[in-house]
């Protein structure tokens, strides 16, 4: 049983909007830290979006103004939504868990115990 599954990737034309989803299957997602991770090809992974214990978000300077992270605690879900999307949006979202911190204020991945198997987002010019 996969813990951490994500969803709302697609296909979007520049300057579109996504909201990505990712529900715990197996962890309550509330009380710890989490994020969202992306990987475009041939790139390394790298860190968008994170929340910490107290639902305070924090963003990577290419997505600050855009995407918004958040988590639904009733629903066990953590949420990206992504606004005026770029091409260089492009690539596999990530969503991964640090169930040891509650307080993160980076991306290191090594953080990170739990992670899905990922959506794709595609932006088109």
């Known amino acids: 049983q996969v813990p951490l599954v994500e969803s709302g990737g697609g296909s979007v034309q520049s300057g579109g909007s996504l909201r990505l989803s990712c529900t715990g299957s197996?962890?309550?997602?509330?009380?710890?830290?989490m994020a969202w991770f992306r990987q475009a090809p041939g790139k390394e992974r790298e860190g968008v979006a994170g929340?910490?214990?107290?639902?305070?978000?924090y963003y990577a300077d290419s997505v600050t103004g855009r995407f918004t992270i958040s988590r639904d605690n009733a629903k066990n879900t953590l949420y990206l939504q992504m606004m005026t999307l770029k091409p260089e949006d492009t690539a596999m979202y990530y969503c991964?868990?640090?169930?040891?911190?509650?307080?993160?204020?980076?991306?290191?991945?090594?953080?990170?115990?739990?992670w899905g198997q990922g959506t794709q987002v595609t932006v088109s010019s």
């Open positions: 197996i962890y309550t997602l509330s009380g710890y830290c």
């Open positions: 991964a868990a640090a169930p040891r911190y509650g307080y993160c204020s980076g991306f290191d991945i090594t953080w990170y115990d739990h």
């Open positions: 929340i910490q214990s107290d639902d305070n978000p």
